[in-house]
C-alpha cells in the first residue's frame, strides 16, 4: 500500500511561520557602519577611536580604530544591545564629535578640529554620491574580480 502525504495543519504552518517572523524582529539585527575621518585642511586622520554603544543599555558594541586612510568600518552582532545607538569619534589633541543611528548608519565624514581650535568636530552622513567619491574610492575593500 503507497503512503498518503498528509499536508501540515494550518495551525503548523502558522506557528512556524509566527517563529521566523519573531526571529527576524527579536535582534538578529546588525549593527552597521562605516566612514572617513580627517581633519580641517582634509588630511586623514588614523588611529582615532570609534566606539559604538548602545542608546538603551548604555552598553559598548563595536569599538575600532581608523587606518592610515582615515577609514573604519565595523559591524558587530548586538546581544540584547537594543535599536538606537551613538558612535563616537576621539583621538587625543581632537575635540571628541558624536553621531545618533538606528541599526545601521549612512557612510559618514568626520572632520575633528583641533583641541585649541574655536571650531567644533563634525561627523555628518554622506548621500550615495558623496560617499562613493569620499569613502568608497579610497577605504572600501576590493571587490573580487570573477574568472
Same mark, same amino acid.
Given at each position: ?11 503548523w ?10 526571529g ?7 549593527v552597521?557602519?562605516r ?8 588630511e ?8 559604538v554603544?548602545?542608546v538603551?543599555s548604555g552598553?559598548?558594541?563595536a569599538?575600532?580604530?581608523t587606518d592610515?586612510?582615515g577609514c573604519f568600518?565595523l559591524h558587530q552582532?548586538?546581544p ?12 587625543q589633541? $581632537?575635540k571628541r564629535?558624536?553621531f545618533?543611528? *538606528?541599526?545601521? @548608519? +549612512? !557612510?559618514?565624514?568626520?572632520t575633528?578640529?583641533a ?6 568636530s563634525v561627523?555628518?552622513?554622506l548621500?550615495r554620491?558623496?560617499a $562613493?567619491g ?5 577605504c *572600501?575593500?576590493? @571587490? +573580487? !574580480?570573477?574568472n
Amino acid at each position: 500500500m503507497g503512503r498518503v502525504a498528509m499536508r501540515p495543519s494550518l495551525r503548523w504552518r502558522a506557528a512556524v511561520l509566527l517563529g521566523a517572523s519573531l526571529g527576524l524582529l527579536s535582534g538578529c539585527a546588525t549593527v552597521f557602519t562605516r566612514g572617513i575621518v580627517h581633519d580641517a585642511a582634509g588630511e586623514p586622520i588614523g588611529n582615532a577611536s570609534v566606539r559604538v554603544t548602545s542608546v538603551e543599555s548604555g552598553k559598548l558594541v563595536a569599538e575600532a580604530v581608523t587606518d592610515t586612510s582615515g577609514c573604519f568600518n565595523l559591524h558587530q552582532f548586538p546581544p540584547d544591545s537594543g535599536r538606537h545607538f551613538r558612535l563616537d569619534v576621539s583621538l587625543q589633541g $581632537y575635540k571628541r564629535v558624536s553621531f545618533a543611528f *538606528a541599526l545601521e @548608519s +549612512p !557612510v559618514l565624514e568626520g572632520t575633528l578640529a583641533a583641541g585649541s581650535s574655536s571650531k567644533e568636530s563634525v561627523l555628518q552622513p554622506l548621500t550615495r554620491e558623496q560617499a $562613493y567619491g569620499r569613502w568608497e574610492l579610497i577605504c *572600501a575593500p576590493p @571587490s +573580487p !574580480v570573477g574568472n
